[in-house]
């Protein structure tokens, strides 16, 4: 029933009011029996008082025979009968009561006698004393009562003393006998409120020793799996409860942790391993992109070659026009101009096909550079998971994997940009390469028919004005495809520094990974001290 402190308490506190009470009972039963005492002793000593009132009127009355001790006397008379009455209801011990029975009816006597006494003494007044009165038979009487009255007086005052003495020994006895029993009832109540304090005390401080134990165990040893041993049910072991549920939860809370950090740790060593991974592969695609730019130029050099020789032919054609105009003498000469011609736009015409063979290679090279930006593309897509599976400490690693996404989603719309570029160079060429090779036929037509033909000139004039147009046509498309070419130079320029930036995030990450590791290793080696199985 007393098995928490809360109730141990309670219990104590009503065993002191208990004893409280009972001494304030007791002490207000001793004051009350104290009061009743007094009382008692007032009372006889009143009796006292107006038995010694009674004979010392009565006296008077005989000395002065004067009403007013006669009517003091029977006031005496009426305070003791009354104090007598009061008394007799008060008392309990019967000695004492058989006394003040006997009191009353020797005072009841004594009053009787005097009484007589009075009556001769009023009727006879100061003849009391005179011998003829002394011989007289009321004279007789009156001496008969007169001895009488004196020895129920010595009677009297004896029974009172006695009852006096009798009443004042009860009282004191009585206020005595409550004295002891206030005293046995203190010490009892004392020793009964000390034993159970102090037994309420050591069961506490047993409980609190015992809990002190426990936990000093597992601060020293770290031992969080240790059960909280406790003594009985109080609000210490309840507290003790709570604290092994809390170390309970702690310990698991410390095994998710050290499982945290391992998982952290391989992320960690994973996270490098990729990111070392992505170095070399942008590294692989700086290469390329570097061969690319090499390539670039040549073509940028070829389409530059082309305009100057495409000028140049539309500029011969012009001349030949005018010549054509002036004399047709000169038809032989022109013939093996034209004869020149062709083999300049044949030549051109090879170098075009030469031309769409290194645009086909910076295609492939175009093509390689896509697939490493989709490769560096998912390997920052994978950094990002292994950094979020990390949680809180792969959220710097998540920013840089996220710029690399960046960067390779960048750079595979650069790509798709020269792809289209490259696209318009490859057609350009072709056109130009069709139109030169076409060129070519026609103007070796023109010279063969040009030693037979002088009166197909004119019509040679206008084809040699159409392939006026056509080389300048060629020599515009030439330099829209070296415009284009220095475009995509500018572009892969663009792919080659961020190819930089991917190898320096790349560093980032890996330095960053290598922190995460050395975080991991001191977080499990901190929580490694706990024992938590």
């Not at 309670?10 to 004051?31: D, H, P």
């Not at 009023?122 to 001496?143: C, H, M, N, R, V």
């Not at 093509?367 to 560096?376: G, L, P, R, Y």
């Not at 084809?463 to 515009?476: C, P, S, V």
Request: charged share 25%; net charge negative; glycine share 4%.
């Amino acid at each position: 029933m007393l098995t928490t402190i809360r109730a141990k308490l309670f219990f104590l506190l009503f065993v002191v009011l208990l004893g409280t009470v009972s001494l304030s009972y007791l002490l207000i039963s001793n004051t009350n029996g104290a009061e009743k005492a007094s009382s008692q002793i007032q009372t006889t000593g009143d009796i006292s008082k107006y038995t010694a009132q009674l004979l010392m009127y009565a006296r008077g009355y005989q000395l002065f025979f004067d009403q007013e001790s006669l009517d003091s006397y029977n006031l005496s008379y009426k305070n003791l009968s009354d104090n007598l009455d009061t008394l007799q209801q008060r008392l309990q011990f019967k000695e004492n009561i058989d006394r003040l029975s006997q009191i009353k009816e020797d005072l009841q006597k004594h009053h009787t006698t005097n009484a007589a006494r009075i009556e001769i003494m009023k009727k006879y007044t100061t003849q009391i004393t005179s011998p003829e009165f002394l011989a007289s038979a009321d004279g007789k009487k009156f001496t008969q009562l007169t001895a009488q009255l004196h020895t129920e007086n010595i009677s009297l005052e004896d029974q009172v003393t006695k009852f006096s003495n009798a009443i004042m020994a009860y009282e004191d006895a009585q206020l005595e006998k409550f004295r002891i029993i206030g005293i046995m009832m203190a010490l009892v109540i004392s020793g009964l409120v000390s034993f159970l304090f102090w037994f309420i005390a050591s069961q506490i401080k047993r409980s609190i020793r015992k809990s002190s134990d426990e936990c000093n165990y597992i601060g020293q040893n770290k031992d969080l799996s240790h059960t909280i041993q406790t003594l009985g049910n109080d609000e210490i072991s309840q507290m003790m409860t709570t604290v092994d549920t809390l170390l309970s939860q702690l310990s698991t809370a410390i095994d998710g942790a050290k499982r945290t950090a391992l998982e952290n740790a391989a992320v960690a060593e994973e996270l490098s391993s990729t990111s070392l991974e992505i170095g070399k592969r942008t590294e692989d695609a700086a290469k390329e992109v570097d061969e690319t730019v090499i390539a670039t130029q040549a073509v940028a050099s070829i389409l530059k070659t082309s305009e100057e020789s495409s000028t140049h032919s539309g500029d011969m054609i012009a001349s030949v026009a005018d010549e054509l105009g002036d004399a047709s003498k000169e038809v032989l000469a022109v013939s093996s101009d034209l004869q020149t011609i062709v083999v300049s736009q044949t030549d051109l015409s090879s170098r075009l096909e030469h031309l769409d063979q290194e645009v086909s290679q910076v295609r492939q090279v175009l093509s390689v550079i896509s697939d490493i930006a989709e490769q560096t593309n998912l390997l920052a897509l994978n950094a990002a998971i292994e950094a979020a599976r990390a949680g809180e400490h792969g959220r710097g690693f998540a920013v840089v994997a996220d710029e690399v996404r960046k960067l390779a989603e960048r750079t595979q719309k650069s790509l798709v940009e020269s792809n289209a570029t490259v696209a318009v160079i490859v057609q350009s060429v072709t056109t130009s390469t069709e139109m030169m090779k076409k060129s070519a036929e026609e103007i070796q037509a023109l010279g063969l028919r040009a030693e037979t033909t002088q009166s197909l000139m004119l019509k040679t004039v206008d084809n040699m004005n159409e392939a006026k147009e056509l080389a300048l046509g060629t020599a515009k498309d030439a330099k829209a495809g070296s415009t284009k070419s220095n475009e995509v130079l500018v572009r892969i320029n663009n792919i080659h520094q961020l190819s930089t930036t991917n190898a320096r995030s790349v560093e980032e990450i890996a330095s960053a990974a290598e922190h995460l590791s050395k975080l991991s290793n001191d977080l499990s080696h901190a929580l490694s001290v706990f024992k938590t199985a």
